[in-house]
């Protein structure tokens, strides 16, 4: 039996039927991250010896929490007390987390076991994995292709078993796309469903803590355990998120009952003919199962990325003033006054993809630009939620390619800023609206496929896993 084939809910079993310790788990997933993370690039930085340290001090307690004995991995801009929290840049390169992040406190009272750190495009600004200071993130089902961005490396590290659970940030299909591109299953929950208490901002008003497993029952068992109200952070709801008990065919009679919009505008568009042919199979596929396929109109769909944009680089140009060499992180000691200490800071700090959205950001916000940019874009913001809103008056979810392309190979797009913002078209929509998403492959077989993204209202998360965990019964 190989242990790291196996999804968390079997390791769960296995450890409560005694047929597995915790510590064989650990020490399992360990050995082969260690064996071939050195190809992936998926983790800045690891905690084997305190990993294999609680394994063992649960091996000696009677099993308890939802996570209990499971090895999870950690994306590198969510703080983990005493360990670094680099958000893949220079700039906080040694910079050691001095609190849990909320999240993180709710994995350790479940009895989570957290193996490391994982790479990430820098702060989070990218859709690739290659602006992280550690290095690109390599595929693991092709190592020249990039494994999407930015919760690149919490992907890789579950597709490659490394790790059965992970946890990334999604701010426009930061955890969705990855997730498509590297044939595992993302989770993106309502806004406000899990605390962003503890980590870095990229977006405020975008940006949600989300997961990765192997299947739509894993995600939904680690998503259940950190969703909780927190008084910390005031856009956290209550919003419980249910672990799955019942079977696939339980699921696809719910689903039979359902309508699911397809929107013209998607239809119509442009993309690779494998992600073409992948989202007509799933339609067809849903169709000769009895599932109701509706046409949609979502008529501001065309507005989104440049919604999304204007609406992220503003918020994180602001975010980022925080990094000026005073307060962490670093600081060139060479400067002769405080604002040559600022400029040389940054610009030794920050990468070119970080500058790049510093700059648009700041140019947004200023006096004479902001009603022509930030404020239309608030109003194109409130036109997409509208949109959105009337479409599950009609359907009771939406079904899109996660991403109209396949994963490319490293260094393709880099330099192409507008073809790697276009690549999201089919995810900013649900940050900017609020609404929960979820990426599930298109094929039972983990090779590089099209993942297909599932969308529902606002707060409908529990009914968004059912139907994904149709959908893969029915693509199993």
Same mark, same amino acid.
């Given at each position: ?5 196996? %999804? =968390?809910?079997? +390791?769960? *079993? /296995?450890?409560?039927?005694?047929? #597995?310790?915790?510590?064989? $788990? ?27 340290? %609680? =394994?063992?001090? +649960?091996? *000696? /307690?009677?099993?308890?929490?939802? #996570?209990?004995?499971?090895? $999870? ?404």
């Amino acid at each position: 039996m190989d242990i790291t084939n196996l %999804k =968390a809910w079997q +390791l769960k *079993e /296995k450890i409560a039927n005694k047929e #597995l310790k915790v510590s064989e $788990i650990t020490e399992a997933f360990i050995n082969r991250s260690k064996d071939i993370d050195k190809d992936i690039n998926s983790f800045t930085s690891h905690d084997y010896e305190g990993a294999l340290a %609680k =394994a063992k001090s +649960l091996d *000696e /307690k009677e099993p308890s929490g939802k #996570l209990f004995g499971l090895p $999870i991995g950690i994306k590198d801009n969510i703080s983990v007390k005493g360990m670094k929290n680099t958000c893949a840049s220079k700039i906080l390169e040694n910079y050691e987390a001095v609190f849990d992040a909320n999240c993180i406190e709710h994995i350790n009272e479940e009895n989570g076991i957290i193996i490391g750190k994982l790479n990430m495009d820098q702060f989070a600004m990218g859709g690739s994995n290659e602006t992280s200071y550690f290095g690109p993130v390599h595929n693991p089902l092709d190592l020249k292709r990039v494994p999407g961005g930015s919760s690149g490396g919490s992907a890789a590290a579950v597709s490659s078993r490394q790790v059965p659970l992970s946890l990334g940030t999604d701010t426009g299909g930061s955890v969705r796309q990855p997730a498509s591109y590297c044939a595992c299953v993302g989770f993106k929950p309502s806004y406000g469903t899990v605390s962003r208490n503890g980590v870095v901002s990229l977006s405020n008003t975008l940006d949600q803590v989300s997961t990765f497993a192997n299947d739509v029952k894993d995600v939904a068992l680690i998503t259940s355990a950190i969703a909780h109200k927190d008084h910390r952070d005031l856009t956290s709801l209550s919003n419980p998120i249910d672990e799955i008990t019942y079977t696939y065919d339980d699921a696809i009679k719910y689903l039979k009952t359902l309508k699911v919009g397809v929107p013209k505008e998607v239809l119509a568009d442009e993309k690779d003919d494998e992600v073409e042919k992948a989202y007509r199979d799933s339609i067809d596929l849903l169709k000769n199962n009895g599932v109701e396929i509706v046409e949609i109109d979502l008529k501001d769909l065309k507005y989104a990325v440049a919604t999304y944009y204007i609406i992220m680089n503003a918020e994180a140009s602001s975010n980022l003033s925080r990094f000026d060499g005073v307060k962490y992180g670093l600081r060139d000691f060479d400067a002769e006054s405080l604002e040559e200490m600022y400029i040389k800071t940054r610009a030794e700090g920050f990468g070119p993809e970080v500058k790049r959205r510093i700059l648009f950001g700041t140019y947004i916000l200023s006096q004479d630009k902001d009603r022509d940019y930030f404020q239309n874009a608030l109003k194109a913001r409130t036109l997409l939620i509208n949109d959105f809103k009337q479409a599950f008056k009609m359907v009771d979810t939406i079904l899109v390619p996660t991403s109209p392309i396949m994963p490319f190979e490293i260094g393709t797009n880099i330099n192409d800023p507008i073809k790697m913002y276009n690549a999201d078209k089919y995810t900013v929509p649900v940050n900017i609206a609020g609404n929960c998403a979820i990426s599930v492959p298109s094929t039972k077989e983990h090779i590089l496929n099209s993942g297909m993204e599932f969308i529902c209202d606002n707060l409908e998360d529990n009914k968004l896993l059912k139907i994904a965990y149709a959908y893969e019964g029915l693509v199993k």
